[in-house]
């Protein structure tokens, strides 16, 4: 009943403005335009958000095996249209690398991600970016060899803002590593 009172409403007040339903102005053409352009924007953005993800999960899959949980939309309207680009938030993901890492891939388009498991042969120069992942709660970290510099940068892992819980481990650390 309400869906058919907002829908009659102002089918009733555009009929009594302009005579009849299909006679349409430039205003309420432009009007009508914007709007859809409005929706159409929102789900073109939401496209674009789950391809980023899934462009990010890819490069990190040269590196070794990836392992991801996804929170799926309530609507599901868009997959039904796009097809698998859109395929929910990424909110754990799980990287073991058989490889060294040198740089990270830009991980601005995982922002969502509230859990990261993190299994590296070494340290990549450019992990300082995890501290712009605002979601990011509990972070591990296993490392499975170290050098010098590595240990010096290990520090840095302490001073990530937003963790609750960090956990930091390999075979070669030891107490005076921290």
């Known amino acids: 009943l309400c869906i058919v009172a907002l829908v009659a409403l102002p089918c009733e007040l555009w009929i009594r403005r302009n005579g009849r339903l299909f006679r ?14 409005v929706v159409m924007g929102l789900g073109v953005r939401e496209v674009h958000r789950c391809y980023r993800q899934q462009q990010v999960l890819q490069e990190f899959a040269q590196f070794g095996s990836v392992a991801t949980r996804r929170q799926l939309q309530a609507y599901d309207w868009l997959r039904s249209l796009f097809g698998e680009y859109t395929h929910g938030t990424v909110e754990y993901l799980e990287v073991k ?4 890492i040198n740089r990270l891939p830009d991980l601005r388009a995982l922002a969502e991600v509230e859990r990261m498991r ?3 042969p070494n340290i990549p120069e450019n992990f300082e970016q995890l501290a712009e992942l605002a979601a990011l709660e ?10 010098a510099v ?4 290990l520090t ?3 001073e990530l803002p937003h963790l609750s819980v960090l ?8 107490d005076d590593c921290l």
């Open 167 to 174: 956990g930091l481990d390999g075979d070669p650390f030891d």
């Open 24 to 37: 349409f102005g430039i205003r309420s053409m432009l009007v009508a335009t914007a709007l859809l352009a």
């Open 118 to 120: 993190l299994e590296l």
């Open 138 to 147: 509990d972070l591990d970290v296993r490392l499975t060899s170290i050098n």
């Open 150 to 153: 590595d240990r010096e940068r």
């Open 156 to 158: 840095a892992f302490t």
């Open 97 to 100: 690398a058989t490889r060294p």
